[in-house]
C-alpha cells in the first residue's frame, strides 16, 4: 500500500480535524513502513477490524491495531463488516469515532455490554442477516467487551477474569451445549494466560532492564501483587465460577484439571505474596526511617538496615535464594547512591570548585566514609551468617554482584575528590615575590594561576552530572585537566627554579617555599625542585645554618671552607660536567639533524621523511630549551633553536604533502593509472627535488611551500574522483534492494513497486553517467583515448555486475516460493469454472499461465534494459548480454519447470472434483424417465427390466442421496494450494455445482408437487384423510407433502384449502 492511496483521503481529512493535526504529520505518518502496513491491514484483510490512532505525549503521532495503553484521545477506526475496504466503498464500510481521556475503555465497554449486545441478541434485528453472522457478530462483540475490561483493569492494577455469557444455574445443567462448552474452554484458556503472565512478573526485571530501582519498588510490588491475587481468588471462588467449574466437571474433560491447576497456582503465588509482604515489612519500616534523617546520620544506622535484611534472609520461606537477597540488596545499594547524589546536589557538585571546595570536599568524604561503612556491615553480615549453623544459610554468591554500582559510584567520588584536592592545593592568590626579578616572577605566578582558574570554570561551568558513574563526560575532563595540571606543575618548576637562583641567602628560599603551601606536595614538583634546592644550598630541612632573615652572612677565611660549601662546590661542579654532556649531545643530534635531506624515495614509490621520529623529538628538545634563560648553546643546537619555527612549519607541511602522495599512489587503481600516470611522473620528480635539500639549507620553508600547492591540488582531485567511483560502486550494488517483484494482497501482481525500482534504475544511471563525466573532468582526459574507454568499461561492468545482482535475486524469490517446501504462500491464484460441459481453470494452465509467469520474468529482465551502456568498446544492451548469462539462465529454466508439476497436481484435483460430473453430464429427462419406469436408474448391462413404477420411499432415496452430494460440496474448501505456489479458487465451481444439485432435486420435488396438486383438485381435505387410511397407493398424500415440506417445499393449495 502506498502512501497517496486514495482510500487515505477520508481519514487524513477527519484525523486533521479530530487531532488537530497539520500536513507534516500526516505525511510523516503516512511514509513509515511500519503505519504503511496496518493501514494495508485494515483495508486489504478481512481478519483486521479495527485501528487506533493517538496522539503520543511528544505530539507525534501513533497508531496500532490494538487499543494503547493510557492515551489522552484516540480515534477508532472500525469496520462495519468484516471485508475488504475498496474506494468505492470507503465511506461506507468504515466507522470512526472520538474516544477521549481515560473513558476510553469505559466507553468501549457501555457500548458494547448496554447497546451493541442487547440489540444482537434480538431476533428481530438480524432478521436479514446471513445465517450465523449475527450471532458472530455477538460473539466478537462480546470479546471486545471483555478485552477492554481486561484492559481497564491492568491499568488499575489487578487482573479481570472474565467469563463466557449465559452460564446455566448447577440444578438447570445436564449436558452442556457444544457451544456452551467451547467457551468455557476458551475462558479457561484466557484464565491461564493471564495469572501466568502476573505469576511471571517478577521484581528483578527492572535491573535486568537496565533500570536502577529502589526497595520502595520492590514492596510495592509485593503489595501490589498480594491485593490482586486476592482479588483473583474471590473470583475464582464466586457462583460464577462455581458455575463454570461445574460446567467443564459434566463434561469430564482436561479443562477441568487446568481450572484445578490455575487454582492452585493462585494459592501458591498467594502465599508467596504474603510471605514476602510480611517479612520486608520490617525492612521498609527502618528504611523509611532513614529517609527522614540527616545524610551525616545516616552512617550510624547501617548497621540497623542490615540486621533487618539479615532477618528477611533468615525469615523468608519463598525469598532465602542468592539471585533474591542479590536484587533486594542492589536496590539498597541504588537508594543510598540516589541519597548521597541528592545530599551533593547531584549536577551541582562542581559548581563548588569556585565558590568552597573545602566545604564541598568535607561533603564527599562523608558520602565515601557513608557507603564504606555500609559495605564493612555487609562483609561483618556475611561473616556471621557462615559461622552461623555451619554456615548452612551463608551468603555464596560473590559481592560484586551486589555492588558493582556501588563501587562505581564510589570510583567516581575518588575521581571528583582528587580534582577538590588540586583545587586545595593551588592556593597561589597570595604568592608576591620580591627581588630584582621579582615582579617578572609574580607575574609569571599569576598567569599560571589565571590558566589554572580558567580550567576550573570549564570544570564548574559543565552541563552534566558528574556524580552519575554511567556518564563518561566527566572522566574525559578530569583527565584532560589533570594533564592541564601537570603542565601547569612544570611550568610552576621553572619559575621556582628561578626564584631559588635569585636568592642569596636561605631563610628567603624559606619564605618563598612557605609562600606557594601545599602546591609543592605535587609529585612532580617535589621530584624536580629537589636537585635545584640542593645546588642552590637552600633545603628547607638545612636550618641550623640558614641565618635570619635580613641579617648579614658572617665572614669565613678562604682557606677553611665549610661543609656546607665543600658540598655546594661539588654540586656546581657535577652540575656543570651534566650540562656540557648535555649540551654537546644536543650538538651533535642538532647536526645530525640539520644535514639530513628533506625527503626520500622508499619501497613501492612511496616517499618518507628520514628520521622523522628524531626530529619530532629534537624540535620538542629545542621547545623546551626555549624556556630556559641560562642555558648556553653550542653552534648546531643554536642554529637550529633559530630556525625550529620555520622547521616546525616546514615539517608539518612537508609531512601533510608526504602523506596525500603516498595515498595516491598506494590508493591507484589498475584502470586509473594511465589516466593519472604522467601527472604522477611529473609529482614525484618535483618531490624529488627536495631530497637535494637539507634542513640546514636556505630558502627550505620557501621552497616547500611552493610543492604543496601541487601536491594538495593533484591529491584533492585523485582524491574526489575516487570519491565518485565509490559513490558509483554504492549505486550499483545497492540495486540488489529493489523490489521486482511484489505481492499486492496475497499474490504475485504488477503494481508500483515495480515501477518505483524503474523509475530509481534510471535515475541512478543518470547519477552514474553524471559522475563518469566529472571524472572525466577531473582526470583532464581525453574521451577519446584508449585509458579513458578502460575506465569506460570498468564502470560499465560494475553496472552490469550490479543489474546481474538484482536479477539474480528477483528470479531466486520467484523461484524459492515456487518449491513445495516454500511456506511464503501462493503466488499466483486460478478460478476453476463450472458450466454445462464440465469443469475448466480460468486462466489456463497449458498457456495463459505460461505467458504469465514469462512476463514476469520479461518485467525483471526489463530493469537491465533501463541503464544506458557506458563502455564505448561493448556493443548491444544488457538486458542482451545478461540473457546469455548462465546463472540466469538456469534460473528461469527452474522456474518454467514447475509448471508440468503444478499442472499434474491440477489434473488430479479436477479428476477429484469430477466425481460429481454426473450431475451436469446426465440427461435430466431421460433420467427421470428412466426412473418413473423402473422405479431406479438401471445398470448399463441390464436390457429387459419390467416396469416398477417408483414408490415415494423411491423418491426419498435419490432425494436424499441428493442431499448428501450437496453436503460433501458444502464441506469442500474455498481454495486449494497446489505444489506451494499455484492457489486454485473453487467458490465459483462449488456455487454452480450447488445450482445443478438444486435442479436435480427440483426435478423431484416438482413431480412429487404435481401429482399432490392432481390428488388435491379431485378430494377435499376431509376425504383424503379417509382415504389415507384406506388407500394402497403408493403415494399417500400426507407423506408425499410431509417429504416436499422436509425438503423446504409448500404446498400452496394445502394452506388455502386449510385456511378454507
Known sequence: MEANDTRLDLLRRLLLQSLQLDEDKWRELVT?????????????????????????????????????????????????????????????????????????????????????????????????????????????????????????????????????????????????????????????????????????????????????????????????????????QQQMISSKAQQLASCLQSAEGAYCFILKQIYGEVQTGLQEAEDA??????????????????????????????????????????????CWIVVLLQEICNLFIDRSRTFLCGQEVMRGLLAD?????????????????????????????????????????????????????????????????????????????????????????????????????????????????????????????????????????????????????????????????????????????????????????????????????????????????????????????????????????????????????????????PFRDKLETMLSEIKQVSWERDIELQPQAAQLLKSRCDIGKSYQCLSHMVSCYNQVVSGTLPEELPLIQEQQKELKQSLLELANQKWSSEGVHELVEQKRESVTAFFAMVNEARANMATMSQITQGWVELPLLQRIGNFLQRGEATEESYSQLRKDSEEVLRLTQENLRLYAADDTSAPWYTYLDHVDQLVQDGLLQLLLRSLHFLSDNMKPQSSGGALLQVSLQLDSTGSLFEPSLEEDLADLLKSFIDDVYSAASLPPRISISHHGGHQEALRENADLMALEQEVMQHLPEVREEAALLKARLDNFSHLWNSNKRAVMQEFLTYGRKLKPDEEEVAETPPTLADFQREIQSLQKQMSSVSHLSKNELLHGWLQVELKSFKDALHLFIHNWISMYTQHLLKLVRHSMSRRSVDEEQEEDKKSSSNFPLTETIMLLETVGVEVPELTTLLQS
Request: glycine fraction near 4%.
Open 32 to 232: 513509515e513502513k511500519k503505519n504503511l502496513l496496518y493501514f494495508n491491514s485494515l483495508f486489504n484483510s478481512r481478519e483486521s477490524v479495527n485501528l487506533f490512532l493517538w496522539i503520543e505525549a511528544d505530539s507525534s503521532l501513533s497508531m496500532s491495531l490494538d487499543f494503547p495503553k493510557k492515551p489522552n484521545k484516540v480515534v477508532c477506526v472500525t469496520k462495519t463488516e468484516r471485508e475488504v475496504i475498496s474506494a468505492d466503498n470507503v465511506s461506507r464500510a468504515l466507522l470512526i469515532e472520538d474516544l477521549h481521556g481515560e473513558d476510553v475503555l469505559s466507553f468501549i465497554t457501555a457500548l458494547t455490554q448496554e447497546v451493541v449486545c442487547p440489540l444482537l441478541s434480538n431476533p428481530e434485528n438480524n432478521g436479514e442477516w446471513a445465517p450465523g453472522a449475527a450471532e458472530e457478530t455477538l460473539n466478537f462483540m462480546e470479546r471486545l467487551k471483555n478485552e477492554a475490561l481486561v484492559m481497564k483493569a491492568r491499568q488499575e492494577g489487578w487482573t479481570f477474569l472474565p467469563f463466557p455469557k449465559h452460564l446455566p444455574d448447577n440444578k438447570e445443567l445436564k449436558s452442556p451445549a457444544v457451544k456452551l462448552l467451547h467457551a468455557c474452554e476458551s475462558v479457561i484458556i484466557e484464565w491461564a494466560g493471564l495469572v501466568s503472565e502476573l505469576l511471571q512478573q517478577k521484581p528483578s526485571q527492572a535491573l535486568l532492564d537496565g533500570f536502577k530501582p529502589e526497595p520502595s519498588e520492590e514492596f510495592n510490588f509485593w503489595n501490589s501483587r498480594l491485593k490482586n491475587l486476592q482479588l483473583i
Open 277 to 322: 509482604t510480611q517479612n520486608l515489612k520490617p525492612l521498609q519500616e527502618k528504611l523509611e526511617e532513614t529517609e527522614v534523617l540527616e545524610y551525616s546520620q545516616l552512617r550510624d544506622n547501617m548497621a540497623a538496615v542490615m540486621e533487618k535484611i539479615n532477618q528477611v534472609w533468615m525469615n523468608s520461606h519463598f525469598h532465602c535464594k542468592p
Open 357 to 609: 571546595p573545602a566545604k564541598v570536599l568535607e561533603d564527599i568524604q562523608v558520602v565515601t566514609l557513608t557507603l564504606e561503612k555500609f559495605k564493612e556491615k555487609y562483609i561483618q553480615c556475611r561473616n556471621h551468617l557462615e559461622k552461623q549453623i555451619g554456615g548452612s544459610r551463608r551468603w555464596e554468591f560473590p559481592s560484586h554482584l551486589v555492588f558493582s554500582q556501588l563501587d562505581d559510584f564510589l570510583s567516581r567520588m575518588i575521581s571528583i575528590q582528587e580534582v577538590y584536592s588540586i583545587r586545595l592545593q593551588f592556593q597561589l592568590e597570595q604568592v608576591v615575590l620580591a627581588g630584582g626579578r621579582g615582579k617578572m616572577w609574580t607575574d609569571a605566578v599569576e598567569e599560571v594561576y589565571q590558566d589554572f582558574l580558567l580550567q576550573l570554570h570549564l570544570l564548574s561551568d559543565c552541563q552534566y552530572d558528574a556524580s552519575e558513574p554511567t556518564d563518561q563526560s566527566f572522566p574525559l575532563q578530569a583527565c584532560s585537566f589533570q594533564e592541564y595540571v601537570l603542565d601547569l606543575e612544570a611550568r610552576l618548576v621553572s619559575i621556582l627554579k628561578g626564584t631559588l637562583d635569585d636568592c642569596c641567602v636561605s631563610s628567603s628560599a624559606v619564605k618563598i617555599l612557605n609562600m606557594f603551601g601545599q602546591v609543592l606536595d605535587r609529585p612532580l614538583i617535589q621530584e624536580q625542585l629537589r636537585p635545584q634546592l640542593v645546588q642552590s644550598g637552600h633545603h628547607p630541612q638545612v636550618d641550623s645554618t640558614t641565618p635570619a632573615e635580613g641579617s648579614q652572612c658572617p665572614p669565613e677565611l678562604p682557606d677553611s671552607p665549610t661543609p656546607f660549601q665543600k658540598i655546594s662546590a661539588l654540586v656546581v661542579e657535577l652540575r656543570y660536567s651534566v650540562r656540557l654532556d648535555w649540551s654537546s649531545k644536543l650538538d651533535r643530534d642538532s647536526a645530525f639533524i640539520l644535514e639530513h635531506p628533506l625527503i626520500k624515495q622508499q619501497a613501492k614509490g612511496m616517499m618518507g621523511i
